[in-house]
């Protein structure tokens, strides 16, 4: 409870708060409520709260105050409706809820009772002490004077023996206008704002308007007096809510549903409420309500608003039966109150196919849906054949193979067509009535064509699908199926293959047996893998060429040079190749202190960029240390500071040799060799490699014309596409970026293009090395060929390598 206290009195109207409580009462200088005619600097009493209840108290004993018309000479309640006298004026105090109202009024004494006359002495007892001659009462009235002074002294004597026993009993009462009955003996006395009792037990009731009433007791003993506060619990308000429509709901506070009493009403403590309603069917209603409490009576009404919407339903033929979330709602054409949120639409009517359709109804939108137009319902086709097995095949679409059950469309034609491997296909025209069932049984007839046999090596056996064939060559008739084929020999290693020839077409089939060590190579070289990573992270890409290849250019190439003359060369020995050239990265590992330093205001020492300004020494210095890194066998020895290939070479890792190289350039994955690291004539259209181009221009006189890579100098490996393009044994930067150390001693071969040479390695000693692969200094047509031959025993900023080893 927060109460305003008005004051009105000489200082005009005043506005407290229980904060600003204690009030003085008394002359201006100090007095909160100012009593006329009183000095200025007199206080007269104090007006303060306990425990929640006012009271006055007067300043002093000698001051003047009455509380309803009894002398205080302690402090008393103020209690609505009490009237304080102080010199000449009174002081109203006036409940009215939280606001408590104190008027300051002038106050006349009542004089309309007349006084009792104070007994006057007998007029002759003033002069000299002379004898007055006075009548006797006779003996009767003696007597009964004598009687009443007895009684009235006996009274004052049992009021003094009550006043010295009985004990001060001060009652706070919250709120202040409850009014307290006390049931004891001797009964209470009220006295100047107290009650005077006994010493014993009393029993309470307190009771007040809009608060629940209280009965206790209280115990009073011999002692000081006795100060008892008792707050009375406040009724609650009874609320009725009445709903437009009337339906049934629940209201609910948060997430507590709460309860109507047996009169249908909510019983709520007094303040500021906020419900929501949930009634079926309805939108949530939100209500604030402001409860008056206190047992007081209240009706709210509220409109709810509707959850649903109408939605219409019809459909050809009608009279069709409507389902919402699977329960009948009626039937076509229908108009129905559907709920808000997401719904399963079914209508359905014997003799034709349901329809399921999903809608989200929104509260209030009405709509209809587009009309249903019903279509005869599914035949049943009990379909099966002779072989069983057989693909189903109705208007092109599969259904599986027999025997099966099949639901068709009715009162429609359908090619039904079966077909199996070995069988001649049969095709039938069906058609169904609505709910009809139907079995059918279609005979399939076997179906044969014609191969061509050729087996090595002579005098081989044959089974055809597990039975010996009475002929190993020429002309066999097999069934339009799957068929197995056996060919064996001893001494050989037996194959077995299938094969399903075709009705109408003639097939010739060849198969050659593989002698146990032939068989073994193939099986060795199938378990090579593919690919492999070196230890240091590098993919290196398994080669295994399969003909032989024409190295070199012929005199008619245009850009051809002296040393290209054309050799025949077989790589025999399968061997992995790195997919891209060694980075910078890649040689710190070995050689930290290695710096590719920069060269036509270009850097050449990133990362990713491949290593340059490095010598074919060290180039295979780091094959070295590579392979005792996987735990290869060195392909190299050093023999006095110089590096030298072991013989006969090992499978660690080294230089690719040039005719290596120049397989991977030109023939790894074509049919020819390539000319270009591109596909098409010079100049390139489409950025294949690093080359020098217009961003050199301001220094080299050969680029190529209209190219723009994006590099002045090298670029990250593999920033261009793979070569040979499309195939997946691909490499990068095989022409641009660096040229290439090879394996190689440099050396010219003319008149051996007719001369097959096998794996070969370049001469056993020579003064420079073979480089191989344009870089991204060259822009000439020239240079830019695959066939292009040039040789070093320096290294140069444009010149580094990649590493390869053989597989076995």
């Known amino acids: 409870m927060s109460r305003e206290y008005f004051i009105q009195n000489a200082r005009g109207q005043q506005k407290l708060t229980k904060l600003e409580l204690p009030i003085r009462v008394g002359g201006k200088k100090h007095a909160g409520i100012v009593i006329p005619g009183v000095a200025v600097d007199k206080l007269l009493a104090i007006i303060a709260l306990d425990a929640g209840h006012t009271y006055i108290q007067p300043a002093d004993a000698d001051t003047s105050i009455f509380h309803n018309d009894e002398r205080l000479l302690d402090s008393a309640w103020l209690k609505s409706g009490d009237r304080v006298q102080m010199a000449n004026s009174m002081l109203s105090w006036e409940v009215q809820g939280d606001r408590v109202l104190i008027n300051v009024q002038p106050h006349k004494l009542d004089i309309s009772k007349p006084r009792p006359p104070k007994q006057a002495r007998h007029p002759a007892a003033a002069v000299d002490n002379l004898p007055v001659s006075v009548k006797t009462p006779p003996p009767a009235v003696h007597k009964g004077v004598k009687r009443s002074l007895i009684a009235f002294v006996s009274i004052l004597l049992l009021l003094a023996v009550y006043l010295l026993t009985a004990t001060s009993v001060i009652v706070k009462l919250e709120p202040a206008s409850a009014k307290v009955d006390f049931k004891g003996f001797p009964p209470a006395i009220s006295f100047g704002g107290a009650r005077l009792m006994f010493p014993g037990h009393y029993d309470l009731n307190i009771e007040a308007a809009g608060y629940a009433a209280l009965d206790t007791s209280l115990e009073v003993k011999f002692g000081a007096p006795l100060k008892v506060s008792y707050e009375l619990s406040e009724l609650p308000g009874l609320l009725r809510l009445n709903p437009d429509p009337l339906v049934e709901f629940q209201l609910f506070a948060g997430e507590h549903q709460l309860t109507m009493n047996d009169m249908g009403q909510y019983e709520l403590l007094r303040g500021s409420h906020s419900f929501e309603v949930k009634s079926e069917r309805y939108l949530p209603q939100q209500l604030d309500i402001e409860v008056a409490g206190l047992g007081a009576e209240q009706t709210f009404e509220f409109t709810l608003e509707p959850a649903w919407a109408i939605v219409s339903f019809s459909s050809v033929p ?337 230089l690719p040799t040039e005719a290596e190289w120049a397989w991977v350039a030109r023939r790894q994955g074509q049919a020819s060799e390539q000319r270009y690291p591109w596909q098409g004539v010079y100049p390139p259209t489409t950025k294949s490699g690093n080359y020098a181009d217009a961003r050199i221009a301001d220094t080299l006189a050969d680029i190529v014309p209209g190219y723009d890579d994006g590099y002045r100098g090298s670029a990250p490996v593999g920033s261009f596409p793979p070569w040979p393009a499309g195939v997946s044994s691909s490499f990068y930067d095989m022409g641009g970026n660096v040229a290439e150390w090879m394996h190689d001693n440099y050396a010219v071969y003319p008149g051996e293009a007719a001369r097959l040479v096998v794996d070969p390695m370049g001469p056993a000693k020579g003064k420079h090395h073979v480089v191989r692969g344009s870089s991204w200094r060259h822009g000439s047509i020239s240079e830019l060929r695959l066939s292009y031959r040039d040789y070093s025993a320096a290294s140069r900023p444009d010149l580094g390598f990649r590493i390869a080893r053989y597989a076995e």
Request: glycine share 6%; charged share 25%.
């Open 318 to 654: 009608a009279a069709a039966e409507v389902l919402v979330d699977a329960v009948v709602i009626g039937n076509t054409p229908l108009q129905a109150e559907v709920l808000q949120g997401q719904h399963e639409f079914v209508v359905q009517k014997p003799g034709f196919k349901k329809v399921t359709q999903f809608h989200t109804v929104e509260a209030g939108v009405d709509f209809a849906l587009a009309e249903i137009q019903l279509e005869p319902a599914d035949g049943t086709l009990e379909l099966s054949s002779s072989p069983a097995g057989a693909s189903i095949l109705i208007s092109d679409k599969f259904f599986g193979k027999t025997p099966q059950t099949l639901m068709i469309s009715a009162e429609t034609e359908h090619r039904l067509s079966l077909s199996k491997a070995g069988y001649r296909s049969v095709e039938k025209v069906i058609k169904l009535a609505a709910d009809e069932q139907r079995t059918l049984e279609l005979n399939l007839e076997v179906e044969y064509a014609t191969v061509f046999i050729s087996i090595q090596p002579p005098g081989s056996s044959l089974s055809i699908n597990g039975k010996a064939a009475e002929k190993t060559s020429g002309r066999l008739r097999l069934q339009t199926r799957k068929n197995t084929l056996k060919v064996s020999k001893p001494g050989y290693v037996s194959k077995t293959i299938s094969v399903t020839p075709r009705a109408g077409v003639s097939q010739n089939i060849e198969i050659r047996l593989l002698s146990k060590k032939q068989q073994q190579a193939q099986e060795k070289a199938a378990a090579t893998p593919a690919s492999k990573t070196t230890v240091a992270g590098q993919k290196m890409v398994l080669i295994s060429p399969s003909s032989n290849m024409k190295m070199g250019a012929s005199r008619r190439d245009a850009g051809r040079r002296a040393n290209e003359s054309q050799r025949l060369v077989k790589l025999q020995r399968p061997f992995y190749m790195g997919q891209y050239e060694v980075t910078n990265s890649d040689l710190r590992k070995f050689m930290p202190a290695h710096n590719s330093g920069s060269a036509e205001s270009a850097i050449l020492s990133g990362d990713k960029q491949p290593v340059v300004n490095i010598s074919w020494e060290d180039a295979a210095r780091y094959s070295n240390w590579l392979s005792k890194k996987d735990a290869l066998p060195m392909a190299y020895r050093e023999v006095d500071g110089k590096m030298q290939a072991v013989s006969p070479m090992t499978t660690g890792y080294r």
